[in-house]
């Protein structure tokens, strides 16, 4: 097992701040850095015990994602070396866990996609015949695939707060009064970006769950992040198509009408579902081993998508 980052320590470059996961420097004007820490945090609570390699596999399986659909739309990759841009004693603490991207503004929503009926969107369609307002055929069982890929936004939680979701109307209106400023004189308005999110985030889901369906997985539903330039161009942004911000089933183990078993970080909240926990902070620690199964979970999940061994 690797020695575990819980937060960066830089100090040649201002710190921003630090989110759930990752930890946010700024290196001039135009550009940033972004450290992905092996924090984790489940229920929108990060947990005293960090998962060991999970920074690095969260960062080399966005960055293959990002090379791989980079035909889409443009992302946030500038193609610089991290440790070029930090002191040489820090350069260990990005090395494979960090990216230099462009400085953009962000949306102020989740761009959620679902291919499957399964976690909120199952308990919301057995109440509702509907996941997030969007009317489904009634008979649909737990996981199964729905007839087409679906866009249901959600507002994004600061930390310790919970994602909500909001219909497309609601997600153009926060999308116009966000980017007001950066929109103006370039011809776009929040209807218009909200609506390029949204099909963007559906062509995403669909080249990457038809190549990872290539690869023995399923990807049951992700979460996009984009943000804007000056000139109102769309990009893909912070993280894409991991452990973290999608749910992946190995598809020999799917069967339709049951929860199928997880690569991501479904096996921790299993475990926390098992506790005497409010699902506030402060969260309870980790038994060793379920950080070890863990680990190995997002390993595996990268190796098997990517075809490639985990740098360290």
């Known amino acids: 097992m690797t020695q575990a980052l819980f937060e960066s320590t830089i100090k040649s470059l201002p710190l921003l701040g630090r989110g759930k996961v990752r930890d946010i420097y700024a290196i001039d004007a135009d550009k940033l850095l972004i450290v992905t820490s092996d924090r984790l945090s489940a229920f929108d609570v990060v947990l005293p015990d960090p998962i060991p390699s999970k920074g690095k596999v ?3 399986m966005a960055s293959f994602w990002f090379e ?63 996941v997030c307002g969007i009317r489904l055929p009634a008979g649909l069982k737990l996981a199964a695939r729905l007839p087409e890929p679906i866009f249901t936004p959600a507002t994004k939680a600061e930390q310790g707060d919970h994602d909500e979701n909001i219909s497309f109307e609601q997600a153009q209106r926060d999308c116009g009064s966000v980017l007001a ?14 609506t ?12 990457a769950a038809d190549y990872a369906a290539t690869r023995g997985i399923i990807i049951a539903d992700t979460k996009f992040e984009f943000g804007v330039d000056a000139s109102g161009t769309l990009h893909l942004i912070d993280e894409a198509l991991t452990p973290d911000s999608s749910r992946f089933w190995p598809a020999d183990g799917y069967r339709e009408g049951s929860n199928p078993p997880s690569y991501d970080k479904q096996f921790v ?31 595996e999940a990268y190796e098997l998508l990517t075809g490639c061994k985990l740098v360290d």
């Open 58 to 60: 969260l960062t080399q």
């Open 68 to 130: 791989k659909l980079g035909y889409i739309l443009p992302n946030q990759l500038t193609g610089i070396d991290p440790e070029d841009v930090v002191a040489t004693s820090e350069r260990d603490q990005v090395r494979g866990r960090a990216l230099v991207v462009k400085r953009l503004k962000p949306l102020p929503i989740e761009a959620v996609v679902r291919g499957y009926l399964i976690g909120s969107g199952w308990k919301d369609y057995q109440a509702t015949g509907a």
């Open 181 to 194: 400023g950066v929109l103006y004189g370039t011809g776009k308005n929040g209807a218009q970006i909200a």
């Open 196 to 207: 390029e999110t949204r099909n963007a985030a559906i062509a995403l889901y669909s080249a």
């Open 269 to 299: 909240r299993d475990h926390l579902e098992t506790l005497d926990w409010n699902k506030t902070a402060p969260a309870p620690g980790l038994p060793a081993e379920v950080v070890a199964r863990t680990e190995a979970k997002y390993v």
